[in-house]
């Protein structure tokens, strides 16, 4: 059974550019969150896929962008950065059942300067 | 609206000797709850949830947590701590509002485990 997997491990950008994170669901799993957790912080929730459809979103702008794709993998993107989005980036796949589990990959930390 | 608090910024304990880590809820209805632990610069790592039935829950690592109704509170033990258990520990409740983000994790600000020898 592979885990969830995301890349890249580290990303330096600047003010205003555009990144895109990648995360790979684990096996069996059709859903997936996404977490943004800054320094000193609880991850907070940006949004969450299901079958290639946003099925819930947290309370962040509209700069942050997702996509699903057929094989339950996703991309978080994000226009126009700005430096407090320098944060961890977390995903977590599961079932779309509320009891699951979801379980986390390794993140990916983003530094905006 | 639904939150959870963690009290302790850091709990230190020497190894050997039990160890509690605090969590109490707000939740509309039954609550479903977690707790994860995070290493330094990796992902959160599941240790056990509650859902439903015996409020004492077993997980990984010899974790267990107990689910309180009356003191809404699910706090984290381990009978006997270990050095490597030293990390950040979070609870978690599952969103059960109406708003866009129903399903998903509300997550407490943390707390860090130091296990000294």
């Known amino acids: 059974e592979t885990g969830v997997t995301q890349s890249p491990t580290h990303l330096i950008k600047t003010r205003g550019q555009q990144v895109t994170l990648r995360c790979s669901s684990q096996?069996?799993?059709?859903?997936v969150s996404w977490y943004q957790q800054a320094l000193g912080q609880g991850p907070q929730f940006i949004f969450q896929y299901y079958r290639e459809e946003e099925n819930g979103r947290g309370n962040f702008p509209p700069r942050f962008s997702g996509l699903q794709f057929p094989n339950y993998s996703s991309e978080l993107n994000v226009n126009a950065l700005e430096l407090d989005d320098s944060a961890l980036y977390l995903c977590?796949?599961?079932?779309?059942?509320?009891?699951?589990?979801?379980?986390f990959g390794p993140g990916t930390r983003l530094t905006v300067l | 609206a639904q939150s959870v608090a963690q009290p302790e910024d850091q709990v230190n304990v020497a190894e050997g000797n039990p160890l509690t880590v605090k969590c109490t809820y707000s939740v509309s209805g039954n609550p479903y709850l977690f707790w994860y632990v995070q290493y330094p610069n990796r992902g959160l790592q599941f240790l056990l949830k509650y859902i439903t039935g015996d409020n004492l829950v077993k997980g990984s690592y010899g974790f267990e947590a107990e689910f309180n109704k009356s003191q809404t509170s699910f706090h984290l033990k381990k009978p006997s701590a270990l050095v490597s258990d030293s990390a950040l520990y979070f609870c978690?409740?599952?969103?059960?509002?109406?708003?866009?983000?129903?399903?998903?994790?509300?997550f407490g600000k943390g707390t860090k485990l130091s296990v000294k020898p």
């Open positions: 978690a409740v599952r969103d059960k509002g109406h708003g866009g983000s129903q399903g998903n994790l509300i």
């Open positions: 977590a796949s599961s079932l779309r059942l509320s009891t699951d589990t979801q379980y």
């Open positions: 096996s069996g799993h059709n859903t």
